[in-house]
Every structure is written in structure tokens, then in C-alpha cells.
């Protein structure tokens, strides 16, 4: 339904973060407020349906999520933030133990490459949807998933990989 995004967003030379579009937050709290226009519109029937304040309420945790990746080389910092506007999570990494970054292909559906030959393989009704991961490598072989993305936008999804890569000063590795 949504393909959610990561966008280069770049304050300073030392400062470069990843997040969402500010579209993805106008769009869900547009939808809650037009929705509640209407329910004020409608305010003179005594209606007591509480369904529309339960979408609305979605529409604002919606609008509420939160999830980007900041590089900070002053501090020499990578910071993950996931979940709400003010509720969430963060992981911290030393930016000096960044090794490089990985572009991996894969196939939703599809079988390990590591299963023996004589496993029995599924037959698809419609072939496997082809996604890219974007990974972070540490220092202590240790992946972190950045970003995934379908096949077809490889060609964007590369140069922001190299961007990144180029502000962190690492390596960037793009299987086949």
C-alpha cells in the first residue's frame, strides 16, 4: 500500500540522517482531521458511532511513527530511532566501527541458498518479488538492516547507498 522511503537529509557536512518524507506524517494527520470535519459537520444528529474517533486515533499513532538512522561524525555516532513521535527505541553505534555497507538481493518467498539441491523446492504460482536490503557492517562482522526496497528501484536505492557511503568514508559492497 505504502512504499515507505528513506530520504538523504543532510543539515551540516559532519550531520546526515535518513528518515521518512515529512509527507508520510502530513498525509495521516490530513486524513484524521478531515475526517473529524466531518464529524463536526454532522454534530447536530445524535450519532454516538465511535468508529470514525477510533480511525482518527489510528490516523494520529500513524502519523505519530517515527523511524530514521543518523550519522553524526562529530560525535562519531550512529543512531537508529523506531516508534512513536516521542515513545522510541534507540541503538547507538560508534561510527568509527562502521566497516562498510552491504546492498543484498533478495527474493520474498524464495529458498536458502545454503538448502541441498535435493530439497524439494516449491513451485510458484507467480515468481518471488526481488527486494534489496541495505545493511551496515560493523567492525565485529555484526549486519544491521537500514533499508529494504523492491527490485525495480535498485537504481535510486545504489546512489543512496553511495552517498552514504561517501559521507561515512567506507566501502560499499552491491551483490550481483
Known sequence: MFNLKF?????????????????????????????????????NQENSNVGPYIFIGICALLGSYHESWTFDKSQDIIEQRLGLL?????????????KGLSIVRFAKGSQLK??????????????????????????????????????????????KAEILAQFCGCPLWVEK
Open 114 to 159: 545454503s538448502a541441498p539441491e535435493s530439497a524439494p523446492r516449491k513451485k510458484y504460482k507467480y515468481p518471488p518479488k526481488e527486494y534489496h536490503k541495505l545493511s551496515l557492517i560493523l567492525n565485529n562482522d555484526e549486519y544491521q538492516a537500514v533499508e529494504i526496497v523492491q527490485g525495480r528501484e535498485m537504481e535510486s536505492f545504489k546512489r
Open 7 to 43: 530520504v538523504i537529509h543532510k543539515p551540516s557536512e559532519l550531520l546526515l540522517t535518513l528518515r521518512f518524507s515529512h509527507l508520510f506524517r502530513i498525509f495521516f494527520y490530513g486524513l484524521g482531521l478531515f475526517i473529524l470535519y466531518f464529524i463536526f459537520q454532522e454534530s
Open 86 to 98: 516521542f515513545l522510541f527505541k534507540k541503538k547507538k553505534f560508534p561510527l568509527s566501527n562502521l
